[in-house]
Every structure is written in C-alpha cells, then in structure tokens.
C-alpha cells in the first residue's frame, strides 16, 4: 500500500500540493483527476520520489522513501512522465531493455531479455522492436516508453497522462492492458489522466484533486457525481449510464 | 560494418601511428637517446587522450548537450590564472613553481574545489539549466583570461618566459617530472569510472528515467563531476589547455560508431584521440618542423568541427 500524510510541495509561494493525505490499496488502479494545475502530476512525482517534498510523508509497503534503498526502490516502484526525450540513438528494443537495468546494472541475463521480449509483445511492439525511436510516432514513442516501464517489473507502477499521443484504439488498448496487468499479474497502477470518461471505465478508485488539494476519493461510481464534477472542473456535466458505466457528456 | 570492426580499425591505426612516432628516423647510434625523449611523449598523450575523452565523454552526458566541453567552466583559464598568480606574487623561484609535483596537488585541488562551488551555486539556482552555466563559464573565464593578461603585461620578462612555457598546450614540453602523479591520478579515476559506464547510458535517458531506475542521481553526478576536473586538471596541468580535442574526438565517436554504449563511445573517442594527438605530433616535428604547436592545429581542425556542429544543429 502507498500511504501519503501531509504532503506539501510549493513552487515560490504557491502551494501545489497542500497537506494532501491519501492511501492507495493494492492491486487496484487507481486514477487520479482533476483540472490543469490541480496537483496531480506533481503528487505523482513526489510519491514516484522524481521531486523532493516540502513536508509530509510518503510510505510505500510502510517504508518512507527517504529510508528506501535507491536500487531496491526501482524494482518497487516505476514512474513514467508525459513527455522523455534522449539523445541516444536507440531501437525500442534497446529502450526497453534499460527497463532492467534496477535488476542486473545493464548485464542482462537470458531471464531479463525473456522480461523485455514479454513487454514488447505486451505493448504490440514485436514487428517494430528494432525501429529507432526517432522514426516512430508520437504514439508508438509512448508505447515504446511504457513498455520499458513494464519491463522493470515493479509491483507498483505510476503513470503520468499514458494516453498523451494516443488514438482512440491505442488508448483503449493501453487502458485494457493495464487492467490486465492489475488483474493477472497483481500489480497496483496509479495514473494521472484528463480524460475523465476513461477514469470512470477503467478504474477501481478514483483521487478527484483541485487546487492542490484531494477533494474526494472513492470508486468510479462515487466520484463521477453531476455537483462533485461541475464543483471542481467549474463546468457543466451531464451524466450517462451506459453498459454500467458513467460516462460524462460537458461538452 | 560492426562497431567492433570499426573499433579494430581504430586500434590498429592508434597502434601503427604510435609504433611510427616510436621508430620513425631510429638507427643503431641513436635509438636509446630518441626512444628516452619519445616514450615518456607517448605516454603523457595517452593519458592526455584518456583523460580529455573520458572527461569530454560524461559532461556532455551529465549536461545533455554535445557542444560543451568541461572547459566552459572555465577551466582552462583558471589554470592560466593560478599559474599566473604563483609567479606573479611568489616568483620562479618558489617552492610552488619548483616543486612541481606539489604545484600540481595544489592545482588540481583549486580547480576541483572552484569547479564544485561554482556548479553547485548554479545548480541550485537555475535548477540545471545549462544555458545559465555556459553564460557564467564563458564570464568568469573571461574575467580569469583577463586577470591572467594585465598580470603578464606588468610581470618581470624573465618570469614571463617561464609562464610562457605553460601557456599552450605542448608535448615538446610536457612537464615530465609530474608524468608519474599524473599516471596515477589518472589511473584511479580511470579505475573507478570503469563501474560508472552502464549508468552513464541510463544517465542519457534523462534525469527522471534516471532516478526511475534507481540511480542516486545528485550524489552520482557529483562523484561523476569531481573526476571530470581531476581529468582535465590532470591533463592541462600535463600539457597546457587543449580546449578542442574532447569536443572532437566524442563527437566524431557518436557519429563513427552509432552506439548507445558509453563503453563503446569512451573507447572510441579515446582511440580516436591517440590518433589525432600522435598524428598531430608527427605532423608537427617531422613536416612543419615545431613551427607550429599542436594545440593550434587541433584547435584549427576542432574549431572548424564544432562550428559544422553548430550549423548542424540547427
């Protein structure tokens, strides 16, 4: 389980992340909404440890970061931001391998190739692992990326905006494949995302944010709520059943 | 062709110039006298070599950017200065200008400590940005350049031939009694870099994906930091400033051998700068007749290399 207390993270005088006290269970994803400068992404990198905290803790498995040790951190815990950019010249295959570098230092065994090849096929990236990522799209970029991070095989895996630069099917794919991931192999996905009908499709929980601040956190059901919404996205919703699931319609 | 073709070609050139700045001109009267002035050369340029591409190597890789040489911090001209300074205010006779092997302890520890506190002021400033930190390289390696000149005008002219002598980058003159410091100096770096290579690779992914795979990202890149002005420190203090060559040799070994791994690339480079400093000695003693010294030639041609980066670039 991650348990976050009072963490705080300002920039200057602003107070991006206010005294925000959350607990996310295992084994579930977890999604975490709300408008532009609501936090999210920020309390995702704090608790990924990607930027220091001004105050507060963060537990993960009841260890707080600061007494994590880095190595066996990475093999815990995974984050992937919106946007990665490197100037090495590397296939995919390449890239996803560096996924394995928290467990062999960069000597990768049969069994950790065998890790990579699995990511690939679990991305549909097997007839194009020996692209260069400076000749994909944005979207096969992005697929690339998360393959990596599925190949560092952590039980926890933080997610900031997956679906930038995705179409509508590779969206759903990537959103089937993480339940996948949280069902058959048991791991706990956390991520940041804007569009609000998928949170309500695929996710267990979701943490609805503004201003810095967690507003409320329960299951899909509970968030995706007409006076909740319009409060923090300060717009009018209309809500849908469709197929069990709710789905918005603001626009 | 495979990188490790290439990487073949590359040694066996470095060894055929080497074994011809060894021999060339060699007979039955001579040789113990040529080989005594020769070998110590070749020796000071390889670690020059290693030490300019290693350290070239990790800082375009700490600072993501492959137009930068660790003497933007200005490096070289706090060399210039230092020197300055001890014969200015001390005088040739002093025991920081005789006793080399202390002048170079005393060298290297400044330009370490100078290198720390002005990437850390930055760092902590401007969060990293690079672009902040040429400016300030380029300002205080001014100010030094100047400080170094008004001194040089007003110093005693015999006291001036002295500083001279340190002033350009030279392996005819290379301060042989601080070949051994050097040698082992060098030679520890080179040990505990060796480790290093794997995670510099991930250090190229960026800092985020860095600290995702579990790399101690700020105490990394301050190990990593203090033996890039070991290096260079060590080789300027060896032979002189020789801003170009880093930016020459790991540019042209990313374009040669289109490799991921920083093992490949710092073999490489480091081959590649065997090749070009023995090339370029023989180039000067044997057809322009110490006319002109090495370090123009090399900043001739990586002068002429990084303004086609430049253009590149863009």
Redesign the interface.
């Known amino acids: 389980m991650i348990e976050v207390r009072n963490v705080t993270k300002s920039y200057g005088d602003l107070k991006v992340v206010d005294e925000v006290c959350i607990r996310i269970p295992k084994g579930k994803i977890t999604s975490l909404i709300g408008p532009n400068g609501a936090g999210k992404s920020t309390l995702l990198a704090v608790i990924?440890?990607?930027i220091p905290k001004d105050g507060g803790e963060v537990y993960i498995d009841q260890i707080e970061l600061s007494d994590w040790d880095?190595?066996?951190?990475?093999?815990k815990i995974?984050?992937?931001?919106q946007t990665?950019?490197?100037?090495?010249?590397?296939t995919i295959r390449?890239l996803v391998s560096?996924?394995r570098?928290?467990h062999c230092?960069?000597?990768l065994t049969k069994a950790d190739w065998d890790q990579v090849d699995l990511a690939i096929s679990y991305m549909g990236l097997a007839d194009i692992q020996d692209k260069y990522l400076d000749q994909l799209s944005g979207g096969q970029r992005q697929r690339a990326y998360i393959a990596m991070v599925i190949a560092?095989d952590t039980e926890y895996i933080l997610l900031d905006e997956p679906l930038n630069n995705l179409d509508m099917k590779h969206s759903v794919e990537i959103m089937k494949m993480l339940r996948r991931l949280v069902e058959d192999l048991g791991k706990t996905v956390i991520i940041v995302i804007h569009d609000i009908n998928f949170a309500s499709c695929y996710s267990d929980f979701i943490i609805a944010m503004n201003n810095g601040a967690v507003v409320k956190v329960g299951t899909a059901n509970e968030i995706i709520d007409r006076s909740l919404l319009t409060d923090i996205y300060d717009l009018d919703f209309h809500i849908e059943t469709v197929n069990n699931n709710r789905i918005c319609i603001y626009y | 062709m495979s990188n490790k073709q290439r990487l073949i070609i590359l040694t066996v050139l470095a060894v055929a110039v080497a074994g011809l700045y060894l021999t060339i001109g060699l007979n039955a009267r001579n040789w113990d006298y040529a080989l005594s002035r020769r070998l110590p050369r070749i020796l000071a340029i390889i670690i020059t070599g290693a030490a300019i591409s290693l350290s070239t190597a990790i800082f375009q890789t700490i600072t993501h950017n492959r137009i930068l040489t660790p003497s933007v911090m200005g490096l070289d001209s706090l060399y210039m200065l230092w020197q300055t300074v001890i014969i200015f205010f001390s005088g040739s006779s002093s025991l920081l200008v005789r006793n080399v092997n202390l002048n170079f302890i005393v060298t290297v520890l400044l330009m370490v400590g100078f290198t720390l506190l002005v990437f850390k002021t930055i760092m902590r400033r401007e969060a990293g940005n690079v672009f902040f930190l040429l400016l300030v390289g380029l300002i205080i390696g001014t100010l030094f350049q100047s400080l170094s000149s008004f001194m040089q005008m007003i110093i005693d002219p015999n006291e001036f031939t002295i500083l001279q002598g340190r002033m350009f980058a030279s392996f005819n003159s290379i301060n042989l009694n601080i070949l051994t410091i050097a040698v082992i100096s060098c030679g520890v770096v080179f040990l505990l870099s060796w480790r290093y290579f794997s995670v510099l690779d991930v250090l190229a992914l960026g800092r985020d994906q860095a600290v995702n795979l579990g790399v101690a990202y700020d105490q990394l890149v301050w190990r990593l930091l203090v033996m890039v002005v070991i290096l260079v420190s060590t080789a300027t203090a060896l032979v002189g400033p020789l801003t170009f060559l880093g930016l020459l040799v790991v540019n042209l070994a990313w374009q040669l051998l289109a490799a991921y791994r920083h093992r490949t690339i710092i073999l490489g480079a480091f081959l590649l700068s065997i090749i070009t400093l023995v090339g370029g000695q023989l180039f000067v003693e044997h057809i322009l007749n110490f006319a002109v010294p090495i370090s123009t030639l090399i900043n001739l041609c990586g002068g002429i290399y990084f303004i086609r980066l430049l253009v590149k670039e863009k």
Not at chain 1, 78 to 81: A, D, F, M, N, Y
Not at chain 1, 84 to 90: F, G, K, S, W
């Open positions: 990924s440890r990607l880095n190595r066996e951190l990475a093999k995974s984050i992937l931001k990665n950019h490197t100037d090495l010249r590397l390449e560096f996924g570098f928290p230092r960069g000597n560092q």
